[in-house]
């Protein structure tokens, strides 16, 4: 107990040194026609996730808006490991190079083979999750139209349900601009036979319809043998105001991504050559590809001064193809779901009172087979397994927003969810392996803050969450190839969170949580002797997590500006006795991210920065098995063109400068093909054109 407050203490003092000294969240234009980096008003910024929009200064808990100030640095174009890098409480590891990732926020989510578990997903309003809260993936962002990003941290069940256990991502494309028709064209190229094209078309009647539509297409090798990728993704997004108290906006996406699967390795591999496959990743032909067209509307309708409500819908087909290093798994998912809420306003001289009510409603129909792999992705004709899967998924929420003084905000929620999961065995051979896992959860959160007008915010929040079994967990039988794991439990948490945001002088932004979690029934993976090449959940135990995290930005002149994320990370299991004490897995108790951006003279600009991660565990049932920490230093130079009206941006960015060997993503792999090796020096050329 000692040594937490000790480590609290310590990230308090250094919160308060970075205070003054250091600096993040002032968004920067690069493209500008001046000499100087352009100031933000922090008091403007403005955020929906929480299921309101209400201005940053009065929100009750810890929030990332990751915009132009991350835009700028992206090399690529196409991942959160680029957008969220300056996202305190936030991991995310690229084990492929590529699109693919694993993203967890204090640390929950880091087990999980695919997807992002228990962190809801939003796309313009659209919902990426399924009925269980897994986001199977983010290729539907088409991150080179992406204009913000906002993250909530921390336990917000009681808001989303069991997606929300972790946190939000609501990601915000761009609309249409401000002139008739404009657009914007990208390239992007580089290492190891990279490339993303990009073009767009956008424009707007400055009344009543605005409209967006792009198209890009990305491949490359990938860093290791058997690592390449290619995607495409096509996407629209048109918002109407037939009378102006109504929003109307329909969006759609379209994606397709293949990779190639170059699977873990053990580690004398890595020590041979760290760009070596699995020894059965060739010859299997392992890979996955990801196909998935949505089609989505929301709508917002103002009554009155006290009333509102509003509405989303949309539907999903996906399907999916994995060979893997015995079976090839065949899916095809149909998504359909929608929300509806509604907002009364109670406004009064020294209050303001604002009650919200809905519902949220998800369904997911899988449709999947397996089939035994005889190389090269050749399949038998044998079924191993085949069955359907109906999932639905329901949640009733209340939300209060009291104001009291316009400096004192309270936030109170409620929610409940029902979560079913049936699956019908067609097989049934040797035995029906039918049957239904059904979960449900009521969740509650209370948080405050006092702002002393648009400089300073104290908030403490408190937060429950849930995370029930995804598909890939119950699916994944140790009793036989099909049919549900019935012995999962959900995951439940407790969390708190205590910090402040602070702006000064017109050219610092910083923001400070200490946040502490604790979770019950916490999800582990293992593998069986008689199944070797199979991954199994289970509820493990107990855990503890508490930590600090740090967020700055600072103009520290008119042409240089700085900006600093720093994450301390203490994850504990805490039951049962033979994981008490150990440290979970793929957590590093210390990451820290920084970049320098200098502009010495008009429309040039110099970026320097790091990524820094300490050492982590990669077992949690293994104390003794670590993996060393990473330093990568990076760098940038972008030149600003206006050709004929015409903003033009070249750009050289060069990655792992120092060509350090490190490792992008550790899994606890009981075989020893637990290492994922990162890519060495790295360097990109960049065009961006706006018209």
């Known amino acids: 107990m000692k040594n937490k407050f000790l480590m609290i203490a310590i990230a308090i003092i250094f919160a308060t040194m970075n205070i003054y000294s250091q600096g993040i969240y002032k968004v920067q234009d690069e493209n500008a026609e001046s000499d100087t980096i352009r100031k933000f008003n922090f008091s403007n910024l403005v955020i929906t996730a929480p299921r309101y929009q209400m201005p940053l200064k009065e929100y009750v808990s810890s929030v990332s808006i990751a915009g132009d100030n991350a835009i700028k640095t992206q090399p690529r174009n196409i991942s959160a490991e680029e957008m969220l890098r300056f996202v305190p409480g936030v991991r995310i590891d690229n084990q492929a190079n590529g699109e693919k990732i694993h993203l967890s926020i204090r640390g929950q989510g880091i087990l999980v083979e695919k997807g992002l578990r228990g962190i809801k997903v939003l796309l313009d309003g659209i919902p990426l999750n399924d009925p269980t809260g897994l986001a199977p993936d983010l290729f539907d962002v088409d991150w080179t139209a992406v204009q913000s990003v906002e993250v909530l941290r921390g336990p917000s069940g009681s808001l989303y349900g069991s997606s929300g256990n972790a946190g939000v991502l609501n990601i915000t494309t761009e609309s249409g601009g401000n002139k008739p028709f404009g657009g914007k064209v990208f390239f992007s190229g580089g290492s190891n036979n990279f490339w993303k094209g990009f073009g767009e078309i956008s424009g707007s ?23 390449a990728f290619a995607g495409t993704n096509l996407s629209d997004k048109i918002t109407w105001h037939p009378v102006d108290n109504l929003t109307i906006t329909q969006v ?64 999903k087909n996906s ?27 109670l406004n009064f001289p020294s209050w303001k009172n604002t009650i919200s009510l ?189 930590g600090a995290e740090i967020y700055a930005t600072a103009n520290l002149l008119d042409n240089l500006n700085l900006q600093v994320a720093y994450t301390y990370s203490h994850f504990k299991y805490t039951d049962p006795e033979a994981l008490d004490g150990n440290w979970l897995p793929n957590s590093p108790e210390h990451q820290l991210s920084f970049d320098i951006a200098y502009k010495p003279i008009k429309k040039l600009t110099i970026g320097l920065g790091a990524d820094i991660n300490s050492k982590w565990y990669i077992f949690s049932d293994n104390p003794n098995l670590t993996q060393d920490g990473f330093q990568l230093i990076n760098a940038r130079v972008a030149y600003d063109l206006n050709i004929f009206g015409t903003n033009c941006q070249i750009a050289v960015f060069g990655k792992n400068l120092s060509d350090q060997k490190w490792m992008a993503f550790t899994e606890p792999d009981p075989d020893g093909n637990c290492y994922q090796p990162g890519p060495g020096r790295e360097f990109f050329g960049q065009i961006n054109i706006k018209f």
């Open 358 to 546: 809905g519902v949220d409603y998800l369904t997911q129909t899988i449709n999947q087979y397996q089939v035994k792999n005889l190389g090269l992705a050749k399949e038998d004709s044998i079924l191993q397994s085949n069955q359907s899967i109906y999932q639905e998924g329901y949640g009733v929420f209340l939300i209060e927003k009291l104001q009291v003084l316009r400096n004192l905000n309270f936030l109170l929620s409620f929610r409940y969810d029902n979560i079913k999961n049936e699956l019908s065995d067609k097989l049934n051979d040797p035995l029906d392996l039918s049957g239904s896992a059904n979960f449900d959860k009521f969740t509650s959160r209370f948080g405050a803050s006092y702002s002393f007008g648009d400089a300073f915010t104290l908030f403490a929040n408190w937060g429950q969450g849930f995370l029930p079994p995804s598909t890939e967990e119950l699916s994944s039988n140790p009793a036989n190839p099909g049919g549900f794991n019935n012995n999962l439990e959900p995951a439940t948490s407790n969390g708190v969170d205590i910090g402040g945001r602070l702006t000064a002088f017109d050219f610092l932004y910083c923001d400070l949580t200490l946040f502490y979690l604790q979770t019950d029934n916490d999800f582990d993976r293992y593998r069986l002797e008689e199944r070797p090449l199979e991954t199994f959940y289970r509820n493990a135990g107990s855990s503890e997590r508490y």
């Open 205 to 227: 009647d400055m009344k009543t319809i605005d409209y967006r539509v792009s198209y890009s297409r990305t491949a490359g090798d990938g860093y290791r043998e058997h690592s």
């Open 319 to 345: 399907t999916y193809v994995e060979p893997g290093s015995k079976f090839i798994w065949h899916n095809t998912y149909e998504s359909p779901g929608g929300s509806a809420q509604y907002n009364f306003n």
């Open 252 to 315: 759609f996406f379209l994606s397709d991504y293949f990779r190639e699967n170059a699977e873990g390795i053990p580690l004398e591999m890595v020590n041979q050559d760290p760009k070596l496959p699995n020894p059965d990743a060739i010859p299997m032909n392992e890979y996955q590809h990801t196909k998935r067209m949505t089609g989505g509307m929301t709508a917002n309708y103002v009554i009155n001064d006290q009333n509102s409500f509003s509405l989303m819908g949309f539907i």
